[in-house]
């Protein structure tokens, strides 16, 4: 069954430093997403790509996240320089066609800030 | 933006016994989706609801839309230890935003 992968599952980085974060979606999907999940918090919306472009964002994404996809299969987040408060875990999701359809969701990648 | 509220936040249910719960928005949807998320796990798909008054069943759950399309419910019947974890209802507004409720995290007694 086909499903969306996200590396690493887990990342340790220095407070300051540039992360990015991978995301395989499902090969015939076209909207892609980026959540956002604080320890035992709500799955916090940030941004979602469509048609190579960004087509919605929350003000938690600010001037230092960015997304790409950049050969046509990987989406990916950057987090420019990581604050404390960044860590989290990260959830990439996609799903196939408008209409409002289910989306699916990777295994997340858990980011600690130190 | 557009806000679906949860409640209650936590329950603790004794195995065996039934429990509900509810997804409220101060707005009419255009439709509604459940997820669930297992602990230290990602959400997953349950259901997605359209259409005013809907009932769908899976097994041992049970989803409802309002017919003023403002509100959801999901009852789990006979509770499983299987069905501990948090589950969100979830809906679709804007360009393309996904916005998920805080959830009901759900704690089962053997």
């Known amino acids: 069954e086909p499903e969306v992968t996200q590396t690493p599952s887990h990342q340790v980085t220095q407070m300051g430093q540039e992360v990015i974060l991978r995301c395989v979606p499902i090969s015939n999907h076209l909207y892609f997403y980026w959540y956002r999940q604080i320890l035992g918090q709500k799955v916090e919306f940030l941004v979602s790509f469509y048609n190579n472009e960004i087509s919605e964002k929350s003000e938690i994404f600010d001037d230092q996240f960015s997304v790409e996809r950049p050969d046509g299969s990987n989406f990916t987040l950057k987090i420019r320089s990581t604050k404390l408060e960044d860590s989290a875990m990260y959830f990439c999701?996609?799903?196939?066609?408008?209409?409002?359809?289910?989306?699916?969701f990777g295994q997340g990648t858990r980011l600690t800030v130190v | 933006g557009q806000q679906v509220m949860q409640i209650p936040q936590y329950q603790h249910v004794q195995e065996g016994e039934d429990f509900t719960t509810y997804c409220n928005s101060s707005?009419?949807?255009?439709?509604i989706q459940w997820y669930k998320q297992r602990p230290g796990g990602h959400p997953v798909f349950l259901i997605q609801l359209v259409k005013s008054g809907e009932v769908k069943k899976q097994k041992r759950l049970t989803f409802q839309f309002g017919e003023a399309k403002k509100n959801s419910s999901l009852h789990i019947t006979a509770t499983q230890t299987t069905d501990v974890g948090t589950y969100f209802c979830?809906?679709?507004?804007?360009?393309?935003?996904?916005?998920f409720g805080k959830g009901n995290q759900v704690v089962v007694i053997p």
């Open positions: 707005t009419t949807l255009s439709n």
């Open positions: 979830a809906v679709h507004y804007g360009n393309n935003r996904l916005a």
């Open positions: 999701a996609s799903r196939n066609r408008g209409g409002n359809t289910e989306a699916f």
